[in-house]
């Protein structure tokens, strides 16, 4: 079965500083991968998506991530964290029948003042 | 407003006794999934549907049914709940695979089972 990787389980960064959270992915064909985030007490929403166009993919609120096959990683960046983007991520991926599907573990960004 | 709903979205009951999830979406998707978020784990798939009357199984589908009846309805039985199904469930809907598109999820469902 396909799985990602998520990296560290809690990311703390100062406000105006860069954000990057780490997805690994487990492939030998590269799959469809995306980012989703929770805010508390809701439920997730599509940041952004890798679908085998652009290997740089640029979602919302300021977010993009780049798919490197060579890494098979999917890191997600952000240049300027906002105290409003303190939540979940989570990176998933799609299954070989692109009916599956499968999340990672999540990483809780936490931004100080 | 395009939405997915879910109910009750809180929920405890004791081991043994059946229940169910309601789901509903007004987008007219095709596709729908649930989900189950467990802290340390992320989220696992329990079931998916294609269409109408077309259901397959996810990633963890013990202790789990669901029926696709109408298109819009996606409900989530629990025949005999036991302690270790108490989680969080999402529904999820999209126009394709969930592999493939966008996913719009519902506001989730705290379930306790005692």
């Known amino acids: 079965a396909q799985s990602v990787t998520q990296l560290g389980s809690h990311v703390s960064v100062s406000e105006g500083a860069l954000v990057l959270l780490r997805c690994n992915y487990s492939s030998s064909v590269p799959p469809y991968l995306f980012w989703y985030v929770q805010y508390p007490n809701q439920g997730l929403q599509l940041l952004l998506k890798?679908?085998?166009?652009?290997?740089l993919v640029k979602g919302i609120n300021g977010f993009e991530a780049e798919f490197k096959k060579s890494e098979t990683s999917f890191h997600l960046t952000k240049p300027s964290a906002h105290m409003s983007d303190a939540a979940e991520y989570f990176c998933a991926v799609s299954g070989y029948n692109f009916n599956k599907f499968y999340f990672g573990s999540g990483t809780k960004l936490n931004v100080k003042p | 407003e395009a939405q997915v709903t879910q109910n009750p979205r809180y929920l405890i009951t004791v081991t043994g006794k059946k229940l169910t999830v309601t789901c509903s979406q007004n987008m007219n998707h095709e596709y729908m999934s649930w989900y189950r978020q467990d802290p340390g784990l992320g989220l696992r798939q329990i079931y998916y549907s294609m269409n109408v009357e077309v259901t397959d199984k996810g990633d963890v589908p013990e202790g789990y049914k669901v029926s696709r009846k109408e298109k819009r309805n996606f409900p989530l039985i629990l025949e005999s709940p036991s302690p270790n199904q108490t989680s969080l469930y999402f529904c999820?809907?999209?126009?394709?695979?969930?592999?493939?598109?966008?996913?719009?999820f519902g506001p989730g469902t705290r379930l306790t089972v005692l």
């Open positions: 890798y679908t085998s166009a652009a290997t």
């Open positions: 999820a809907s999209s126009w394709r695979a969930a592999g493939t598109d966008t996913q719009y």
